[in-house]
């Protein structure tokens, strides 16, 4: 299993953005490993809820997204993400469906401004369509708390260490490996070879904020039928529950370091 389609598309966008911000001769092309629907990525001013609505189109593609961002002096990408109760289920168990789970934000930031991009993937006719929507635009630019890639991974190794001795006590073997190889991952000099190649922009991240992505994809249990999320036998469910919410944010909060270490 591995993380949403949309988390890694939202974070290699950013990463790509930050890289030609800085003038970095990179392209997000339909090859790119989270090129996903690369056809139909569209950046607007909004998401209209009438399908036959006109829509204003700002960019056609990503090339063309980060132009504008130049053209619109936006100077650097920040990811974030934020809790979201529109399913009425807890994130790490909303994640599994459509429109579940939290909502990924780019903050762009122009000065002492900035604008506010989110996305939503959804079905139009028949054809799954990608639109990068300004949610806000304009308005002061907010405290961006950054935690370190150091910081980050000890978090991380930690709730997978607890995960690890939970699933040995439930006796879910299948599980276990897993964890423990997410948990390897943060240990291991070449794990970044792991990283589909081109999935973040060359020379721009440092080997151990790819090493989290690396883990922090492995570690992603979250789905529907089979996943982490459908699991009933175990020796402490109270605790099963607030571990799972706690990797869930843990994974979050740690591929955001990772994505935001650059530049």
């Given at each position: 299993m591995s993380m949403k389609d949309e988390i890694a598309q939202i974070m290699s966008l950013v990463a790509y953005g930050n890289a030609c911000l800085q003038g970095k001769p990179v392209s997000f092309d339909k090859n790119h490993p989270a090129g996903f629907h690369y056809g139909n990525i569209r950046f607007v001013e909004k998401v209209p809820k009438d399908l036959l609505a006109r829509k204003t189109i700002l960019a056609e593609n990503p090339n063309l997204w980060f132009n504008y961002l130049k053209d619109n002096s936006v100077n650097r990408l920040y990811l974030s993400f934020q809790p979201s109760t529109v399913l009425g289920l807890e994130d790490h168990i909303g994640s599994a469906f459509v429109g579940g789970g939290s909502h990924w934000n780019i903050i762009a930031e122009k000065g002492d401004k900035c604008d506010i991009w989110q996305t939503k993937w959804q079905m139009e006719f028949g054809d799954l369509k990608v639109y990068y929507y300004q949610a806000i635009n304009d308005i002061d630019l907010p405290k961006i708390t950054k935690t370190t890639v150091d910081q980050a991974r000890l978090y991380l190794r930690e709730i997978l260490k607890d995960l690890v001795t939970f699933t040995i006590k439930s006796e879910l073997d299948n599980w276990e490996k897993v964890f423990q190889t997410a948990l390897n991952i943060l240990s291991e000099e070449e794990s970044i070879k792991l990283l589909q190649k081109g999935?973040?922009?060359?020379?721009?991240?440092?080997?151990?904020?790819?090493?989290?992505?690396?883990?922090?994809?492995?570690?992603?249990?979250?789905?529907?039928?089979?996943?982490?999320?459908?699991?009933?036998?175990?020796?402490?469910?109270?605790?099963?529950?607030?571990?799972?919410?706690?990797?869930?944010?843990?994974l979050c909060k740690s591929m955001i370091a990772a994505i935001n270490s650059y530049p």
């Open positions: 999935f973040l922009p060359e020379g721009c991240f440092t080997s151990e904020a790819e090493q989290i992505l690396v883990a922090c994809d492995h570690a992603w249990v979250f789905g529907g039928m089979g996943s982490w999320n459908d699991v009933v036998r175990v020796h402490d469910y109270d605790l099963y529950t607030r571990l799972s919410a706690n990797l869930y944010d843990t």
